[in-house]
């Protein structure tokens, strides 16, 4: 399939490692120009090295997702290299696991900016040239935690609920204007994230690590955990022009996990 995306530039957030990098990757795979922004500069030039490698057209810049001033700089800078952003991917590292009582008010107002401040950042500085151009898309990754709450991770439940709040209601002010806006949720997939999760887990819970990828394969109907790509695809589906009539979705990529019928 075809997804006709050689003509566009996308900008990935966090896009230097896990569901970030795949994403970029794919896209790129696809055809599209990628920047790509995290906070370490050596994860950030590796990645950038190996889609180069590949054929890719990629410019990476430092930036922390959680200061406004700092990412929109690096969308400035990176449509200075690329063009204009037809394709936005909002994606951030996950807060602290803990429950209520454990966190502080500063650790809220961190993931607040992480997590919601960031995809609301980087919709207002490309939206007005997507609206203008009547072709636009966003896409936000949040986590199954938005739609299932999951013990223990009281931050990510509560602020990526409002990131599937935030998506949802911008697809409809934005749709007249050509532009689509959806939120993927990704499951329990072979990353830094979920690593460090099963650790604090394992360590929380006097268990052995491989005792966490058990459990979390016994909820998967499919039985396993998913691979980075799997997601991607969807990313790049969501992205071209074959989904233009998709928007305001909240789409799982979870082998199954989430219960629910909506």
């Given at each position: ?253 979870d082998g199954g996990w989430i219960k629910s019928v909506y």
């Open positions: 399939m075809d997804l006709a995306l050689r003509s566009r530039v996308a900008f990935v957030l966090a896009g230097s490692k896990g569901l970030g990098r795949a994403v970029a990757e794919e896209l790129s795979a696809e055809g599209a120009a990628v920047a790509i922004c995290a906070r370490g500069r050596a994860a950030l030039d590796e990645a950038a090295a190996a889609m180069r490698a590949r054929g890719a057209r990629v410019h990476a810049v430092a930036a922390d997702v959680a200061s406004p001033e700092d990412l929109m700089r690096a969308i400035e800078d990176a449509a200075k290299a690329l063009g204009p952003i037809d394709i936005l991917v909002t994606n951030s590292g996950g807060p602290p696991a803990g429950k209520f009582e454990t966190l502080t008010p500063e650790q809220w107002d961190q993931a607040a900016r992480v997590l919601l401040t960031s995809a609301v950042t980087a919709a207002r500085v490309v939206l007005p040239g997507m609206r203008e151009r009547r072709w636009g898309r966003i896409l936000n990754i949040a986590s199954i935690a938005a739609k299932q709450p999951v013990d223990g991770l009281m931050l990510s439940n509560s602020l990526r609920a409002a990131v599937l709040a935030f998506g949802r209601t911008l697809a409809n002010e934005v749709a007249a204007d050509g532009v689509t806006v959806n939120n993927l949720l990704p499951g329990y997939t072979r990353t830094e994230r979920v690593v460090e999760l099963s650790e604090h887990i394992a360590k929380t819970e006097g268990i052995d690590i491989a005792a966490t990828y058990a459990r979390w394969e016994r909820e998967i109907p499919m039985g396993r955990l998913a691979e980075p790509r799997e997601f991607a695809a969807l990313a790049a589906f969501l992205a071209s022009d074959r989904a233009s009539y998709i928007t305001g979705q909240t789409i799982a990529v």
